[in-house]
């Protein structure tokens, strides 16, 4: 379907589809967007639409391009992966090696896409700053993070911000709506005073590894927000959704300094409950 499938995005597909028909998109992007927002998804479809020559601005999806980047075949196309804690300055310094080369497809242009960008050592995003300041002609850098923040203001300085707002429910992939679900369930039995040992059989369901932790959490910050705008129904008050989005900040920067994750999670839902 191309760029346009991310139809909850308005703002951001506008913006860019409208950048790549000019010839105006710059060099650097900063995409942000928690772990329920499919920016990976969206930044392999970016890439189509800046690449296509049968549907520029879109992707066509069919052409050998297209074809190619959705196999990760594509020649011009280096994709950083983060480790199992950051992005580390040699795959920094392997990327600026790969970029110094002519591009050899016939998109004409070398495209990176760091996944979790936020994670980069202070050494790393020091030494992208200068290809970011200088890149070679045709570069386009994608750098990929739930929060712009955790990136040195240098960074960002040179990126344009493109974020990918949540809309609750509305927003969420197809396979991300069961999260959803259970955050909700999780909520309603902590609001509801059920047994604790009931609601933490759910969370250490929901919750098994750092990367369902961070989706769990990002579903109930989706949820509270809904709260806070109206859109959720009677589960809890405003106020109360605002306080809960603090303790779930709260809970994310404990997980960041390695605090045990079901010790982390628990806390949560007492606090939650009130």
Known sequence: MGLSRFSQYPAAVGHLKQAI??????????????????????????????????????????????????????????????????????????????????????????????????????????????????????????????????????????????????????????????MMELAEKIITKAVEHAYFSEITTLVDQAATDRESTSALLDAMERLMRDYMTGGGGLVMDRRHAYRAVKYIEETRRNLAFNMNRKNALHALIIKIGG
């Not at 900063?30 to 296509?52: Q, W, Y």
């Not at 960074?155 to 809309?167: D, K, Q």
Request: charged share 30%.
């Open 21 to 178: 028909k000019a010839g105006r998109l710059p060099h650097a992007l900063l995409i942000e967007g928690d772990s329920l927002s499919g920016k990976e998804e969206f930044a392999r479809e970016l890439v189509k639409a800046v690449l296509c020559r049968e549907d520029p601005g879109e992707g066509c999806g069919n052409c050998s391009i297209c074809r190619r980047v959705d196999h990760g075949e594509y020649e011009d196309l280096y994709v950083v992966e983060k480790g199992e804690l950051s992005v580390k300055d040699k795959q920094i310094a392997d990327l600026q090696a790969d970029l110094m080369a002519a591009p050899s497809a016939e998109g004409g242009r070398n495209i990176a896409v760091i996944e979790g960008a936020g994670t980069m050592t202070a050494r790393a995003q020091n030494r992208l700053l200068k290809t970011l300041e200088e890149p070679y002609p045709g570069t386009l850098i994608l750098l990929l993070t739930e929060n712009g923040e955790d990136l040195l203001p240098t960074i960002r300085s040179r990126a344009v911000r493109i974020r990918l707002n949540p809309t609750g429910r509305q927003a969420v992939r197809e396979q991300d709506r069961a």
